[in-house]
T-cell receptor, first 116, second 114 residues
Framework: GAVVSQHPSWVICKSGTSVKIECRSLDFQATTMFWYRQFPKQSLMLMATSNEGSKATYEQGVEKDKFLINHASLTLSTLTVTSAHPEDSSFYIC????????????FGPGTRLTVL | GQQLNQSPQSMFIQEGEDVSMNCTSSSIFNTWLWYKQDPGEGPVLLIALYKAGELTSNGRLTAQFGITRKDSFLNISASIPSDVGIYFCAGQLPFSSNTGKLIFGQGTTLQVKP
């Protein structure tokens, strides 16, 4: 099956710094990727839809200037959390959409962000 | 916005027992999906349902896409300790207007006592 990787798998940073998370589709091209955030014991909440070659589409309530998304190639989308604060600490998960008969989303393993 | 109501929120069962969980929605979905998530990992697809009324099995797992397209259930038969985890339902919105976004249920935490 299709594989999606994320890097790093975990990161600890100081408040006020920026953190970049990468999402890669390893064996297929993905014109569309999605970024989710998951707080402990909660469900996945969609943050934004990342489209290759165009601006990301953000869900209501998600600050686009704080969560910068760049989908520069067909296999890579990046999420940058700018000026991170402790309340940004969460599990960030990406998925990549494989166009085809079933248009399935394949999920990455997630990135644990802890902001001190 | 769209919401999925998933129940039960948690289950604690004895090994060997059958498990059932379901999701309902006020919206119609084209596709229903069931995922399992282990701690610290991304969700893994268990079963995908594409047609109203469809009943699909994957080993000990069986899921159905409700006729109204607003609900789905997942059954796990003869549970084993490795079934422990969080199970999520997800509805996929139509591609025409929403680029196939997924809406997730709140999750069902399953614990299995050996």
């Amino acid at each position: 099956g299709a594989v999606v990787s994320q890097h790093p798998s975990w990161v600890i940073c100081k408040s006020g710094t920026s953190v970049k998370i990468e999402c890669r589709s390893l064996d297929f091209q993905a014109t569309t990727m999605f970024w989710y955030r998951q707080f402990p014991k909660q469900s996945l909440m969609l943050m934004a839809t990342s489209n290759e070659g165009s601006k990301a589409t953000y869900e209501q309530g998600v600050e686009k200037d704080k969560f910068l998304i760049n989908h520069a190639s067909l296999t890579l989308s990046t999420l940058t959390v700018t000026s991170a604060h402790p309340e940004d600490s969460s599990f960030y998960i990406c998925s990549a959409l494989a166009w085809g008969s079933y248009n399935e989303q394949f999920f990455g393993p997630g990135t644990r962000l802890t902001v001190l | 916005g769209q919401q999925l109501n998933q129940s039960p929120q948690s289950m604690f069962i004895q090994e060997g027992e059958d498990v059932s969980m379901n999701c309902t929605s006020s919206s119609i979905f084209n596709t229903w999906l069931w995922y399992k998530q282990d701690p610290g990992e991304g969700p893994v697809l268990l079963i995908a349902l594409y047609k109203a009324g469809e009943l699909t099995s994957n080993g000990r797992l069986t899921a159905q896409f409700g006729i109204t397209r607003k609900d789905s259930f997942l059954n796990i038969s003869a549970s084993i300790p490795s079934d422990v985890g969080i199970y999520f339902c997800a509805g996929q919105l139509p591609f025409s207007s929403n680029t196939g976004k997924l809406i997730f249920g709140q999750g069902t935490t399953l614990q299995v006592k050996p």
